[in-house]
């Protein structure tokens, strides 16, 4: 009876501490991410060498995918996580589609993150036939498979999210009413799609990327590309690296709660819950901070971005209107 009074505090801070990660990061997280994804597109599309590149196309694509992440994805966890308002209840469509959209932005982005990466290491190659496979046509290609993927996969979660009634708390629920595709969904597309596998693609493609580049300045090519190059490979590679380090704690937390049973423990689920709560935020950084990475990695990238705010700022400057404030002198007539 006292181990379980003295445990009551402990679980009663790590609930609290998850919410308010939820609330207040998970806010922070979808504003900056929205505005990042938003500039990012803006400079994408401003710079005439950036639309003719086509790793710049599929970090193009990952910005617009990426601000729907953060609207299906962080702003429902925000609302039902910190809020407790769970519009998966409410609405049976919401309840199908909710996870159609987050497994689709997810997988279509970190698809496109793993096409950049090989894209760089193929437009830094030394063998001129890697180097073909380097053009907007085929990245063009390349983004209309991952979107019809993404759209195929999720076409189970339309189907075997339902409305049901708990058995413990006999409220209605809104959960996946087919073991096998919940299986599937714990071990394949949590642990694999979403997890190991894009991590494996860019760390490896990174690597070899990374070498390319050291030995640029040593070979026949011209110096606005290789600029170019060097500029997108340090952008791509420092996210490969912010990959590994958003995507592995959260697939470590949700293989842990697969695996361990902590129904019959309060203090290792309330820690359980936390864990993920925080590697949840964490996890989602992924899709929040690629325009912040790119203003401190590429100096490129912030000239085009000075410029675009300019031209912005001198343009709704000379749309505001000009008030006279000048009090014009009263005249007195003498008769």
Known sequence: MSSSSSSSPLISILSNVSQQITIYLGTFLIIIGVIGGILNIIIFLSLRTFRENSCAFYLLI?????????????????????????????????????????????????????????????STSYNRRYQQWNNIKL???LCIIAFICAIAHGIPSTIYYNHTISLTTNKTICTITNNIYQKYRT??????????LPVFISVLFGSLSYRN???????????????????LTRMVL??????????????????????????????????????????????????????????????????????????????????????????????????
């Open 139 to 141: 990245a063009c290609y």
């Open 62 to 122: 990952m910005s617009f995918v990426n601000i729907g992440q953060l609207f299906s994805g962080q702003l429902s966890r925000t609302m039902i996580s910190g809020y407790s308002i769970d519009w998966t209840l409410s609405s049976l469509f919401y309840c199908k589609f909710r996870w159609f959209f987050i497994q689709g932005f997810t997988i279509i982005s970190f698809s496109c993150m793993c096409f950049a990466t090989i894209d760089q290491y193929l």
């Open 187 to 196: 071990y394949v597309y949590f642990t694999v799609i979403a997890g190991a």
């Open 213 to 231: 580049v050291q030995q640029l300045s040593y070979r026949q090519v011209p110096v606005i590309r290789r600029e170019l190059d060097k500029q």
């Open 238 to 335: 420092v996210q490969d690296v912010y990959i590994f380090i958003a995507i592995v704690p959260y697939t470590i937390v949700l293989i842990t709660e697969t695996f361990v049973n902590v129904q019959n423990n309060p203090i290792g689920n309330a820690q359980l819950q936390f864990a993920e709560s925080l590697t949840a935020t964490i996890y989602y950084t992924f899709f929040s901070f690629p325009f912040y990475i790119y203003i401190i990695v590429s100096k490129r990238f912030r000239q085009q971005l000075i410029y675009v705010l300019s031209r912005i700022y001198n343009h709704f400057g000379r749309q505001l209107p000009i008030v006279n404030n000048q009090i014009a002198p009263e005249t007195t007539n003498i008769n």
